[in-house]
């Protein structure tokens, strides 16, 4: 059995100054909901065994936060692949990982997150909000075996669910 969490990045900040897309920073909503989902996996005992951020500022800014707030003592990593990647991408890049987490994590963007999951679990219709976590399990030995349409999807939850952000409508 192996489980894919994957974390959609926080609210990203429009307003503020950056040079491109890449280095778009995480507004102060999003860093909370990146604390208070950290917070969740641990208090749900879902803590990773490797976590991989995309490499965009606001993508690696939410794992960081989250890592902190749930105290998580996993391997981290950036990939550039991970950002402006598609479905068909992400799990070639999932079935080429050396390691063999029993859960890893991914953090990323949209709208492959929604598409990569519909695709994982079957075609279904999946919609990753800023900030959430979705959790999709496998009767996998090892990820060079995961293919689409195998997954179980487990829960996902919106950091609305979890979380009082100041702000929040």
């Known amino acids: 059995m192996r489980s894919l969490i994957l974390f959609r990045h926080g609210k990203s900040d ?3 100054s950056f040079a491109s897309d890449h280095e778009r920073p995480l507004a102060n909503r999003g860093k909370e909901a990146a604390l208070c989902m950290g917070r969740m996996l641990s208090q749900t005992g879902q803590i990773p065994q490797l976590a991989v951020s995309s490499s965009a500022l606001r993508a690696r800014a939410t794992l960081q936060l989250a890592v902190r707030a749930g105290h998580w003592h996993c391997p981290i990593r950036v990939e550039d ?3 402006g990647s598609s479905p068909d991408s992400v799990l ?10 029993e859960t890893l994590l991914l953090t990323g963007h949209e709208p492959t997150w929604s598409e990569l999951a519909g695709r994982l679990i079957g075609q279904g219709a999946v919609r990753v909000p800023t900030g959430t976590m979705l959790k999709i399990d496998f009767e996998i030995e ?3 075996q995961i293919k689409f349409g195998r997954g179980q999807l487990k829960w996902l939850t919106p950091p609305k669910l979890v979380c009082r952000l100041k702000g929040a409508k």
């Open 92 to 101: 070639n890049w999932i079935r080429a990982l050396e390691d063999n987490p």
């Open 142 to 144: 090892g990820w060079q």
């Open 14 to 16: 429009w307003n503020a």
């Open 81 to 83: 692949a991970l950002y």
